[in-house]
């Protein structure tokens, strides 16, 4: 399926790795000029390296820290000096943090607010007077648990409560633009982040292994096997790209069935 996405810019924040990176090869693979956004510019460099290498697009990366307004504002600016538009934004930016409410800090709530919900914030309010200029698309990644939390799911459902009310929210003040907003709500998915937590059990535990540590994850999803991140990023580029272009304001589960709610 041609996504009609050739030659359209796409910044994609938390790009490097997992699911934003699953999207950018996606975007980049159907001819799109995909911006890399992350804090490591070493990061971005090597994968942007290595996508364009695959696709034979242009993909470039851009060191930001998206909880620095001023820092996103600094990111667009490039992109548009440098490729004069933006046609896709996808606020990707995150990673889980969760914790019971008497055991839950200041800090913590702060940190994953600033990041999940303030990042989407600003990046937004800088790309969003260019994505009007041809009607672009956002997509917002979220979780099941933002529609439905469970126990000591804070603060990441939370601050995914306010990506999939923010998304809502602008998908009817910039329809008017031409501009679609959704969200993916991402469940258990094969991921860096997972890795790094099997890499502090197989510290305690020598004999886990890595699909011992995914099997617990798949005893609980209805379709009986964790994700892999390029199924988000299928999802992503498809809602950005002119195959959804009468698809906003919606938040789609990517989750192997795994929500109680639609």
Known sequence: MDLGVENKVAIITGGSEGIGRAAAERLSAEGAKVVLVSRTQADLDRVATEISAATGNEVIGIATDVRDESACEAMVNSVVASWGRVDILVNNAGTSSAARFEDMTNDQFDDDFTLKVKGAIYCTR????????????????????????????????????????????????????GVRVNTVCVGFLRSRQHERRFEKAHAENPD???????????????????????????????????????VTGTAVNVDGGMSPVV
């Open 126 to 177: 800088y790309a969003l007077p260019h994505l009007k200029k041809d009607g672009g698309a956002i997509c917002n990644t979220t979780t099941p648990g933002g529609k439905a939390p469970g126990r000591a799911s804070q603060p990441t459902a939370m601050s995914r409560a306010a990506g999939i009310s923010l998304t809502k929210t602008w998908a009817t003040e910039f329809a008017a633009d």
């Open 208 to 246: 886990l292994t890595l699909d011992e540590h995914y099997a617990v994850f798949n005893r609980m999803i209805p379709m009986g096997r964790v994700g892999d991140a390029s199924e988000a990023g299928d999802v992503i580029a498809f809602l950005c790209s002119e195959g959804a272009r009468y």
